[in-house]
């Protein structure tokens, strides 16, 4: 990569994971010369890890619009850079096992026809055609996207490295940023080990990091990390390059292919917060220590499933860290506490699907001022001063690993870290019987 620091910038970049080097790919793709810090080597902390499933159906009609975009963008970025980066266009298949989820399906369905991405639904027997080795009998339906697919997170990012690069973004590896230059309440550079940049833009885009980052700056980041788990099996004679990615989202699992193997994966209705005492400084392309016990109800769920999976090897027990937020939705956009801040985190485990949108979105925010899109459920401003609590945070992130599968209904109400902020009256409203949401 590049070996010196400049002494300016128009946008520094904090953080080489997928998020920061799409937005630096993006930037440089309109001109801006921006610079990206990266305290290891580029996508060394949650991003390598990754699934890479690439879906685009989301909340909002921009949003599904930024998931095309992301879809697109990968389908393309290979021709650009001359970089390989594993994208298969496999198709995703959700399937129902409850007639809430089937309503939910249906609904997705038409969602999908007003964003023009074409999808079906299948029958328990068209769904036994593609996934052969699963049980069917108690599913009710499934919905097929055959325009989504997988992607190898590793390479991807260096593919829009790559492409930056070409078009004038700096890239440094191996350079910690030690804080922000602030005068008089606006950013005015970023010091780092190996000298000061000055600049009045920098995005914060640190993934786990970016809490105990913000906080010391005097800017609330409600997030941390919390521990995810998957497994993959000894080599499939018979499964597909082109298997379709498979999510059973009552069960908490997600299905596909990699590398002829079966990767398996489950997010839990309660996760395990990590690193509460610091994430160790030498943290780069790391696995923590798989817990068996935390991950068994998910697991005995995949071996019912799939009940040939007793008599297979399980080549890889995977374990490793992603940064989830109090709502479950990331954060992006200015820092209401700092002008010149910009944040793109908290990904919660979609950060390589959203990398596309969230790229060009912050482009937009850094050069114009405001994105082309709606992003108002993303807004960083919606984060509350308590919330910069980092007990807080550890104790919500882990339920908010539940949400990534969960169902979600209006007036929804979370059980993890109560009673942070009260009103003078709580204790006697709480005699008079008050219910508190």
Request: charge should be negative; hydrophobic fraction near 40%; include cysteine.
């Amino acid at each position: 990569m590049t070996s010196k620091l400049p002494n300016s910038a128009p946008v520094v970049i904090i953080g080489g994971g997928i998020c920061g080097v799409s937005t630096l790919y993006h930037l440089a793709k309109r001109g801006v010369n921006a610079v990206l810090l990266e305290r290891r080597k580029i996508a060394s902390g949650t991003t390598w890890h990754a699934a890479g499933i690439v879906g685009q159906l989301r909340d909002s009609s921009s949003q599904t619009e930024l998931g095309k975009y992301t879809a697109r963008l990968f389908r393309d970025l290979e021709e650009e850079t001359g970089q390989a980066t594993g994208y298969k266009q496999n198709g995703t298949i959700n399937v129902a096992l409850s007639h809430v989820r089937q309503e939910q399906l249906l609904r997705t369905h038409d969602h999908a026809a007003r964003m023009d991405v074409e999808s079906f639904i299948l029958p328990p027997a068209e769904l036994a055609e593609k996934w052969p080795w699963i049980l069917t009998d108690d599913i009710k339906s499934a919905l097929y996207v055959p325009s989504n697919g997988q992607v190898n997170p590793l390479d991807v990012t260096t593919a829009l490295s790559k492409g930056a690069r070409a078009q004038g973004g700096l890239l440094f590896e191996h350079t910690t940023v030690t804080s922000l230059v602030v005068r008089d309440g606006k950013v005015s550079g970023v010091e780092t080990d190996q000298g000061t940049i000055a600049t009045d833009k920098v995005l914060l885009a640190g993934g786990m990091w970016s809490h105990l980052f913000a906080k010391a700056h005097g800017v609330t980041v409600p997030l941390h990390a919390c521990e995810h788990y998957y497994i993959v099996t000894e080599p499939m004679a018979d499964l597909p390059s082109d298997q379709p990615i498979l999510n059973i989202s009552e069960e908490r699992t997600y299905w596909k292919e990699d590398a002829g193997k079966l990767l398996i994966g489950g997010f839990e209705a309660q996760g395990k917060a990590w690193a509460k005492d610091g994430i160790p400084s030498s943290f780069e392309f790391d696995e923590l220590p798989f817990d068996m016990e935390q991950a068994e109800p998910e697991l005995e769920l995949m071996f019912a499933r799939m009940p040939a999976l007793s008599g297979m090897g399980i080549q890889t027990f995977f374990c490793g860290p992603e940064s989830f937020t109090p709502d479950g939705r990331p954060y992006m956009g200015p820092a209401p506490e700092l002008e010149g801040l910009f944040l793109a985190t908290g990904m919660n485990s979609n950060g390589i699907l959203n990398s596309g949108g969230v790229g060009l979105t912050l482009a937009e925010w850094l050069i114009d001022g405001a994105p082309s899109r709606s992003m108002s459920p993303l807004l960083a401003s919606r984060a509350h001063p308590f919330q910069a609590n980092t007990a807080y945070n550890q104790e919500r992130a882990a339920e908010s690993v539940g949400f990534h599968y969960g169902l979600h209904w209006l007036g929804h109400q979370v059980l993890s870290a109560r009673g942070v902020r009260r009103v003078p009256l709580h204790d006697q409203l709480t005699k008079a019987g008050a219910a508190f949401a």
